[in-house]
């Protein structure tokens, strides 16, 4: 099977703008996760869809956003980007996302400029 | 906030050698997991242990979880430089499935 794939692997924006990230899972996962990771502040949860609805949310700001296709493919959306923002975003899909192990992407690198 | 938390942050050892990482965390568990990430990556899943487990093994990979002490460790057996790579425990907990995780053990193997 192929693996989780991210797209793209790299992008360099501005602050002010707003970015779309995609992630397409496992075939046959159903839960798509996505997490921030920062040297500072580790790897914090920002949500989890399941079957095209949000199921999880972490705190994260409104700016923060996403959703689920039909297909299982999850988008993940940062408006008004500030300097913060800049870090590695993983997605994790996994079959049921109930204690299931999660197969992560290996992530988009977004840095704010 | 973390839940895990691993212990040492750092660690750096010879190849053949042993390598121990610990985790502790804060609230009972349902399950508690391991991952790697080598650098740049993303994180592989290396091994789940339930909380009514005492010792999981998997190839060169021990992971202990003692629930009473709220406490996991993982032990790599003779050690390869390939093994170079952060390594994260990530706990559920609190009323939520979702994993949390801590902010990793960095393992540095010399040739």
């Known amino acids: 099977k192929a693996g989780v794939t991210q797209t793209p692997r790299y992008l360099i924006k501005t602050r002010g703008q707003q970015v779309t990230l995609s992630c397409s899972p496992i075939?046959?996962?159903?839960?798509v996760s996505w997490y921030q990771q920062t040297p500072g502040q580790g790897l914090q949860f920002l949500f989890e869809?399941?079957?095209?609805?949000?199921?999880n949310k972490g705190n994260f700001p409104g700016r923060f956003s996403g959703r689920q296709f039909s297909n299982s493919r999850s988008e993940m959306n940062v408006s008004t980007l500030e300097l913060g923002d800049s870090a590695l975003y993983l997605c994790?899909?996994?079959?049921?996302?109930?204690?299931?192990?999660?197969?992560f992407g290996n992530g988009t690198r977004l840095t704010v400029t | 906030s973390q839940q895990g938390e691993e212990d040492p942050q750092a660690l750096s050892i010879q190849e053949g050698e042993n390598a121990t990482m610990n985790c502790s965390y804060k609230?009972?568990?349902?399950?508690l997991q391991w991952y790697r990430q080598n650098s740049g990556r993303g994180l592989v899943h290396l091994i789940l242990?339930?909380?009514?487990?005492r010792e999981k093994h998997s190839g060169r990979l021990r992971v202990t979880l003692d629930t009473s002490k709220k406490s996991s460790s993982l032990l790599i057996t003779a050690s390869r430089a390939a093994d170079t790579a952060s390594y994260f425990c990530?706990?559920?907990?609190?009323?939520?499935?979702?994993?949390?995780f801590g902010r990793g053990t960095s393992l540095i193997v010399h040739p």
């Open positions: 994790a899909s996994s079959s049921q996302g109930n204690n299931s192990p999660l197969h």
């Open positions: 075939s046959g996962h159903r839960s």
């Open positions: 869809y399941f079957s095209e609805t949000q199921r």
């Open positions: 609230t009972s568990i349902n399950n």
């Open positions: 242990i339930r909380s009514n487990e």
């Open positions: 990530a706990t559920d907990g609190g009323g939520s499935y979702i994993p949390t």
